[in-house]
C-alpha cells in the first residue's frame, strides 16, 4: 500500500513535512507544471538539497511512497508517462513488459 502526500515548500521550510525517513518517488511542481521527477531512501533529504541548488524550481512535491526495491520501477514508469523537462534522460521505457507490470500495478496518480 502505497501513501501518497503533497508538501508546499513554505511548509516544508516551516519544518511542517515528516521528519522520518521516507522511500519513496518524488515530483516537483512549480504550481501546477511538472518539473522533476526523482527517488530516493530518504526523500525529505533529498528534496531539500532540491532547494539549495537552482537546477529544480518547485513549490510542492508528491510523493509516492514505496519500497525500496520499486523505486527504480516506479520512478521509470512516472517519467515515462509525463515526461517532465527536468529528466533529461529517461531510464527504461513504459512499453516493456515491465512497464505493464508497473501501470498495472500502481496505476497512473499523478494525472492532471
Known amino acids: 500500500m502505497a501513501v501518497r502526500s503533497v508538501h508546499h515548500l513554505d511548509h516544508m521550510r516551516a519544518g511542517k513535512v515528516p521528519h522520518a525517513k521516507t522511500v ?3 515530483a516537483l511542481f512549480m504550481g501546477d507544471q511538472l ?5 530516493s531512501t530518504d ?4 528534496v531539500a538539497s532540491h532547494t539549495k541548488s537552482s537546477a529544480h524550481e ?12 520499486e523505486l527504480s520501477s516506479l520512478e ?6 509525463y ?5 533529461v534522460k ?15 500495478k500502481y496505476g497512473i496518480v499523478l494525472g492532471y
Not at 529517461?90 to 498495472?104: E, I, Q, Y
Request: proline share 6%.
Open 83 to 87: 515526461l517532465p523537462p527536468g529528466n
Open 43 to 46: 526523500v525529505w533529504y533529498r
Open 58 to 69: 518547485f513549490d510542492s512535491v508528491f510523493v509516492h511512497e514505496c519500497e525500496a526495491d
Open 90 to 104: 529517461v531510464p527504461g521505457r513504459t512499453d516493456s513488459m515491465m512497464g505493464k507490470r508497473a501501470r498495472k
Open 24 to 26: 519513496g518517488v518524488y
Open 76 to 81: 521509470s514508469l512516472y517519467i515515462n508517462h
Open 35 to 39: 518539473r522533476y521527477i526523482g527517488q
